[in-house]
């Protein structure tokens, strides 16, 4: 009964390689965001969709791109990846853009 | 000025303390404001909303001060388990988004 999960939870992989994660929220959320939190521990949105419509497109490099199949999901494909974006993601909804956000586990992402 | 701005500590209390953050935000118009915890290695989870006259939950205080634009987390006979960086959350000026804090840190000592 999970209320936003992400899959997978640890990735490692090489510089240059393409990779997806992906994320599923049961709570009926109309908003579901993508942020990055780096080894700083600072946390940063990078996309944001309500109701499957991009909302929030922070300045990240087009390497990244969300997909939003359907209101509960929120996918997240990063091309030839690069060692900065060695980072823990974390996926969060909520009802409404001003309302308050509950947290996927996090993926915790080492490019090497 | 950044939008939402935090003490990033840390702070260092002993058990039973009473301990005070302050965050200020830079947009008067904000609506929404939050005060989340995480854990280490852990997702940030909602600790409270903050709401215009003030809320308690239990051992926890939230306050907001428009005219200061500042929010205030109280924290009353600190427990080991309430070691964590808590996060200050306001709904940006486009109302479209929450931005966080940097966050405070936390370690509570017996």
């Known amino acids: 009964d999970t209320a936003v999960s992400q899959t997978p939870k640890y990735l490692v992989t090489q510089m240059g390689n393409d990779k997806s994660i992906k994320c599923e929220q049961n709570l009926g959320h109309d908003t579901m965001y993508w942020y990055k939190q780096d080894s700083k521990k600072f946390l940063k949105i990078m996309f944001s969709?309500?109701?499957?419509?991009?909302?929030i497109n922070e300045t990240v490099p087009n390497r990244f791109s969300p997909k939003s199949p359907d209101k509960a999901h929120l996918n997240l494909h990063i091309n030839s990846l690069e060692l900065g974006d060695s980072a823990v993601y974390f996926c969060?909804?909520?009802?409404?853009?001003?309302?308050?956000?509950?947290f996927g586990p996090g993926t915790r992402l080492t490019v090497t | 000025r950044k939008e939402v701005e935090q003490d990033p500590g840390p702070f260092n209390v002993p058990e039973g303390a009473t301990v005070a953050f302050n965050c200020t935000y830079s947009?008067?118009?904000?609506?929404?404001f939050f005060w989340y915890r995480q854990d280490c290695r852990k997702e940030p989870k909602l600790l409270m909303s903050?709401?215009?006259s003030g809320n308690e939950d239990g051992r926890f205080t939230a306050q907001l001060n428009r005219a200061s634009q500042y929010i205030s987390l109280l924290i009353r006979d600190s427990k080991l388990s309430d070691s964590a960086t808590y996060l200050c959350?306001?709904?940006?000026?486009?109302?479209?988004?929450?931005?966080f804090g940097a966050g405070t840190r936390l370690t509570v000592k017996p």
């Open positions: 947009n008067s118009a904000s609506q929404s």
């Open positions: 903050v709401y215009s």
């Open positions: 969060a909804s909520s009802q409404s853009p001003s309302s308050e956000q509950y």
């Open positions: 959350v306001v709904n940006s000026r486009n109302n479209n988004d929450m931005r």
């Open positions: 969709y309500n109701n499957k419509e991009l909302i």
